[in-house]
């Protein structure tokens, strides 16, 4: 995976099938928990939750540019050329959105690497999208089916994701 800022920074990254199957229903589930909690949005159950959820994301994907090909204009690589091998995520609602914390735990001498980004519920549905067409894409079907995301226990506020 790998990410450009707006000020030219990019932030590559590794994420293995067993992270990606324990991530995305996480993903999915906390911008269910992050776009219920809106004003307009509010929903009492699980259910409704996934509904309304769903509804946004097609609207998202209605409006998104899938097509255009990633632009390698990074002036700066900040974690270095080589891509990060994501060991552990902390998923935290934030405001008006998520807090993604992605790091190396292995990455030598006891010292963690790794980077944060704020994602609105916008992004967030763009994050789910490409990571489940690459998923699709590499052929890791099973565990990463959008229904497991409904059998997923609720995450808490902040909570841990490790390989």
Known sequence: MRLNTQVGQEFRFW???R???RLLPALRQ????????QAQMLAPDPTSR???TEIQRAEFLNTADFETPYAEQASELPLGEE???VTDVQLQLQ???LLVTLQDQGAGAGQAKGCQMHLPAALLHGLIHLIERA???AEWQSPLDKDTALETPVVPPAHVYRH
Do not use: K
């Open 135 to 137: 998923a699709n894409a």
């Open 95 to 97: 405001g008006n959105g």
């Open 50 to 52: 996934s509904i309304l």
């Open 83 to 85: 891509p990060l091998l």
């Open 19 to 21: 992270m990606t199957a």
């Open 30 to 37: 906390t911008l269910g928990q992050l776009e219920s909690s």
């Open 15 to 17: 994420l293995t099938r």
